[in-house]
């Protein structure tokens, strides 16, 4: 990442220059239907659509279009200032006003906070570690939001000046450390302290105090980057505690710096609110503004999406999006004599020249503002003619201009003479240059409308006709290759191969009009077509054609190129095209992408010094910087945004089950690609219906207008502009159902109906039959019946026992017992027993009947059984108001520990309760003391009458002591219990407590689950975490 550079400390930094050229920024504003060119906040989402909060509301673009929701959607109202989205993928977005909306999906949540009256503008949103909200305001602090799972039972914690943070906070920011940072209106920076709970200030060494903060970033390096309102940005390396400033004296457009952001090679983009955008390079600071591009100077926002692209939201322009360096235009703007570029060439001074209809610009990149620019005119007495169409420079440095109507002139540029060629200006029909091509030495090569003429400065013209060999006497292009062969194209009639002097036209066995040639590294002879795509030759034989179908734009080829690492450059009608050798494939460049020409003119183009390509077009000139990394797109995401059944909308519910009525069906789907929406092609199938994919389209949205009853699934992909599909593509299932005469129940019905009457017809036929063995039939019957209810009354009898043995004893070992006829004791090394015991029994008791007190210790007792039951823990048993129970016997289990403490904590969460209830009632409450602890017994059944199940050793005695040796609501376990649990629980060390018989053992209180362990703030309930390593859990 760009980050420090040795000269910023000794050096002021430059601002690159971006005069006389135009960088591309797509602009979505008003006239593409954003509700207002305020933009606050940019957020975008999984499936790459890019949502806008702005002066109206808020707004969703997906690179085509823009679709804007309020209230009859569920949206709050007002604008929107701030948007953030959560680790769910739901969009939260603050109004003004104090207004809250979630996007979930494509629905909208119209947010009232609990005991909350926001009516303060909202400026920001972030989410902490846990989960949590945070929401700032301008005027009510913030606002922490938790339980915000189901948007239903919230809880809001508020924070302000009692917190340590004024009422009015401009902005939040959640660094990566986990450290929530805000600032606030008097420019100042706090950070949230999770164990004070409260904001403190955050120091930032090296930031002058009299600096008044407007926002922070934090990039990729985890430095702190801090924009103010008049000292320009300042960047906090975090680890050395180092800070360096940029402002206006190094470079900056202005001091009050608005938004900052990462790109995607880490350079950083700093926003200010009246001079544009810097962008930090090595080189530099390298500015954006309305001069060069960018549509608005004040800029609100930025955030560069997932291809890359930087998207500005600015203060009154709307949206504008930066999809890199790639193409830079040279147009009216900037000082091109006339917009229609007819030919292109950079002379061996590197200045670029550019013929137009209005004269000839040239461009000097080393020059400064307005004298980079320079126009020659026939007005000026510099041309012939103003209409130029060839530029090609000699081994003299004189460039050869031709003209549309005023012939073949040279030029010198060193003293902006031109010399007009008698000798070779009588030879050219019409005054009319088609094309031009220098060959050996000074040799030109001049196309006319009537033959090629060959000339030497200082000889006599040679003109070439059909009957020299030529293949059509209208010239269009003329190429010169490598090995010195001349290749002329003409209308209609192909191309023409002119060696040694000997022209040869190609037979190709099709009429064609050859527009251009390059010749690529293998050789390769590459020819563009008007309206036949382009043909590809190898030693003049046909070797591969491309056209629409194999991905260009268009088959109206215009000019060809190749760059120094061997793509061909293929400019069309419709705008431009890579070929990538590696690959066989076409990369797409449309005005989207920053083709703002579009049309390519013919055989406007050529290679600049610096690897550059330039083309000229309809619309100025623009170059193309060889940039490898712009072409790596990620993958698309493809969405299906939306179902029509029989013309209205039908909502995307899954798997839908449509009647036979509803056969017209249509889908909408799309595919965001900022970089080039234009390029983005899709394929489509419908499975049930079709086997293959459709050819590929631009559309988003197919109609099936009368779908015959079936079950279906829909299947659409995207390819962005790289030629990379997106995988697995968007999917939606749905069934329409037959009409009821078709369906499987009515020929069910009308079989059953013959069944029934052939079986009527048959009994009665059997009539008699059945009336002579009625009486045996029934005596049959009734002796059935007696048997079967018999065996029904032992089958209950057997089920009642063996609920009764499972209710006494474990599975296992009723299973063991019923097989054997006894059960063996076992030694179990790694089991957790737990008791519980009620304190001050007997004096509660005393106050009750037996009655009462035995009901009351029933119901508790139920609920523990519950409790034990769901984590897995066998009851053993219950010894007046004493609870025994074990985890990890009969099976073994790893989290014996884990689950004891758990179920341990929801029974003492119970009797907490009950002992609330109880007070509130003025009945005795019940005291529960719990004891843990872990290690090896013996469990089994002895004896062969009144079998029970039980548990011995020193491990059940130790327990025991806990519990005695605890406290009232505690829930008391041993060292070793605790060293099973502490990775997961929170305990309290209490030392080392005499125990009876046992001497000093060192005890602790279990206090809660750790944080990143729970779901909620008690810490009483594992998160889904926690239960995914516990195992399933019983539900009763």
């Not at 494939?585 to 390509?613: H, M, Q, V, W």
């Not at 889908?667 to 086997?691: H, I, N, R, W």
């Not at 054997?820 to 076992?826: F, H, L, P, S, Y």
Request: hydrophobic share 35%.
């Amino acid at each position: 990442m760009v980050k420090r550079y040795s000269f910023l400390f000794s050096l002021l930094l430059l601002a690159i220059s971006g005069q006389a050229q135009r960088y591309f920024f797509e602009n979505v504003g008003v006239q593409n239907g954003l509700p207002a060119s305020k933009v606050y906040a940019i957020v975008e989402d999984k499936a790459g659509k890019i949502w806008i909060g702005d002066e109206a509301g808020i707004s969703r673009y997906n690179g085509n279009s823009v679709t804007s929701f309020g209230a009859v959607d569920g949206v709050s109202q007002n604008g929107v200032r701030a948007m953030f989205m959560d680790a769910k993928g739901r969009i939260w977005a603050g109004h003004l006003g104090g207004g809250l909306t979630v996007v979930q999906g494509n629905s909208f949540h119209k947010i009232a906070l609990p005991d909350t009256d926001l009516k303060s503008d909202i400026t920001g949103i972030t989410e902490d570690a846990s989960g949590a909200i945070w929401v700032c305001t301008f005027g009510q602090g913030a606002f922490r939001i938790t339980n915000t799972t189901d948007l239903i039972d919230m809880e809001v914690e508020t924070y302000g000046a009692n917190e340590g943070i004024p009422s009015k906070l401009t902005s939040i920011l959640r660094l990566k450390n986990g450290t929530i940072c805000c600032t606030d209106a008097s420019g100042k920076i706090s950070s949230y302290n999770t164990d004070a709970k409260k904001f403190e200030a955050f120091p930032i060494k090296g930031l002058p105090i009299d600096q008044r903060v407007t926002t922070l970033f934090e990039d990729s390096d985890e430095d702190l980057w801090i924009g103010t309102n008049f000292g320009g940005v300042f960047q906090y390396d975090t680890r050395n505690k180092t800070t360096m400033s940029y402002d206006i004296a190094n470079g900056l457009p202005s001091n009050f710096v608005f938004s900052i952001a990462e790109g995607a090679k880490g350079n950083m983009w700093i926003g200010t609110w009246d001079g544009g955008i810097a962008r930090i390079e090595e080189s530099g600071l390298r500015i954006f503004n309305h001069t060069n591009g960018l549509h608005g100077n004040a800029i609100r926002c930025m955030v560069r999406d997932h291809e890359g692209n930087m998207l500005i939201g600015t203060n009154a322009n709307g949206l504008d999006i930066f999809k890199g360096e790639r193409f830079v235009s040279f147009n009216e703007a900037d000082g091109l004599i006339e917009p229609q570029v007819y030919a292109v060439m950079e002379d061996d001074q590197g200045k670029v020249w550019l013929g137009t209809n209005g004269g000839i610009s040239i461009l000097d990149p080393n020059g400064r503002s307005t004298a980079r620019v320079k126009n020659l005119t026939m007005q000026q007495g510099e041309l012939t003619s103003n209409e130029v169409r060839d530029l090609v420079q000699d081994r003299k440095g004189n460039v050869w201009i031709g003209t549309e109507n005023g012939g073949l002139f040279e030029f010198d540029p060193r003293t902006y003479k031109f010399r007009y060629d008698l000798e070779i200006s009588g030879s050219i029909p019409g005054n009319q240059v088609t094309a031009l091509a220098l060959g050996e030495g000074n040799e030109l090569w001049v196309g006319t409308v009537n033959g090629l003429i060959r000339y030497t400065p200082g000889s006599i013209p040679i003109t070439i006709t059909t009957n020299d060999g030529l293949a059509g006497g209208q010239v269009t292009s003329i190429y010169r290759d490598p090995k010195g062969i001349i290749w002329v194209g003409s209308i209609l009639k192909g191309i023409t191969r002119i060696e040694n002097g000997t022209a040869k036209a190609l037979e190709l066995d099709r009429s064609f009009t050859a527009t251009c040639f390059i010749q690529d590294k293998e050789g390769q002879l590459w020819v563009g077509t008007e309206g036949q795509g382009v043909i590809v030759l190898k030693d003049g034989v046909l070797n591969a054609e491309y056209t629409i179908e194999q991905g260009l734009l268009s088959n109206s080829i215009r000019s060809l190129n190749m760059d120094n690492e061997g793509h061909v450059w293929i400019g069309s009608n419709r705008g431009l095209n890579k070929w990538r050798p590696k690959v066989d494939g076409f990369i797409s460049y449309t005005e989207r992408a920053g083709f703002t020409g579009i049309e390519a003119k013919p055989n406007s183009t050529c290679i600049a010094r610096d690897g550059s390509l330039w083309f000229g077009t309809a619309n100025g000139a623009t170059k193309v910087s060889s940039l490898k990394a712009q072409d790596k797109l990620p993958p698309p995401v493809t969405t299906i945004d939306g179902l029509q059944v029989n013309q209205e909308k039908h909502e995307l519910e899954e798997d839908p089950r449509l009647d036979h009525m509803q056969r017209s069906i249509r889908f909408d789907y799309s595919s965001v690609s900022l970089t080039d929406p234009g390029a983005v092609m899709y394929q489509y199938k419908l499975d049930g219906l079709e086997d293959d994919w459709q050819p590929p389209t631009s559309e988003t949205s197919i109609h099936y207008p009368a779908l015959p009853p079936g079950s279906y699934t829909f299947e659409v992909k995207a390819m962005n502009r790289s030629g990379v599909w997106s995988d697995p593509p968007a999917q939606y299932a749905f069934t329409i159902l037959p009409p009821w005469y078709k369906s499987w129940w009515f020929y069910s019905a009308l079989l059953l109906a013959l069944g029934i009457g052939l079986f009527s017809f048959i009994k009665v036929r059997e009539r008699q039959l059945i009336l002579r063995n009625a009486v045996l039939e029934q005596r049959v019957t009734e002796r059935t019946a007696e048997v079967v209810a018999q065996s029904k009354e032992i089958d209950g009898q057997k089920v009642r026992i063996e609920e009764l043995l499972l209710n006494i004893l474990p599975k296992e070992i009723s299973e063991e017992l019923k097989e054997k006829g006894k059960a063996t004791a076992r030694r179990h090394d790694h089991v957790s027993v737990m008791f519980t015991d009620m304190k001050g029994f007997t004096a509660a008791a005393e106050k009750m009947t037996p009655e009462q007190l035995v009901n009351e210790l029933d119901e508790c007792f139920i609920k523990f059984d519950a409790i034990v039951g769901r984590y897995g823990i066998e009851k053993i048993k219950t010894i007046g108001d004493s609870y025994m129970c074990a985890c990890g016997v009969p099976v073994a289990d790893q989290h014996h520990a884990w689950k004891s403490a758990l179920a341990a904590m929801e029974i003492r969460a119970l009797m907490a309760k009950w002992r609330i209830e109880r007070e509130a009632k003025g009945l005795v409450p019940w005291l529960l003391r719990i004891g843990i602890h872990s290690g090896p017994l013996v469990a089994g059944v002895v004896g062969k009458r009144k079998f029970a199940y039980d548990i011995w050793g020193d491990t059940v005695n130790t327990a025991s002591r806990m519990e005695s040796s605890g406290e009232i609501g505690e829930v008391n376990i041993s060292e070793t219990t605790y060293h099973l649990i502490k990775d997961r629980f929170e305990c309290d060390h209490r030392g080392a407590i005499e125990a009876k018989n046992k001497g000093k053992i060192d005890m602790y209180f279990v206090r809660r689950i750790k944080p990143e362990y729970s779901i909620n703030s008690a810490g009483n309930v594992p998160n889904d975490r926690f239960l995914e390593e516990l195992g399933p859990l019983a539900t009763a």
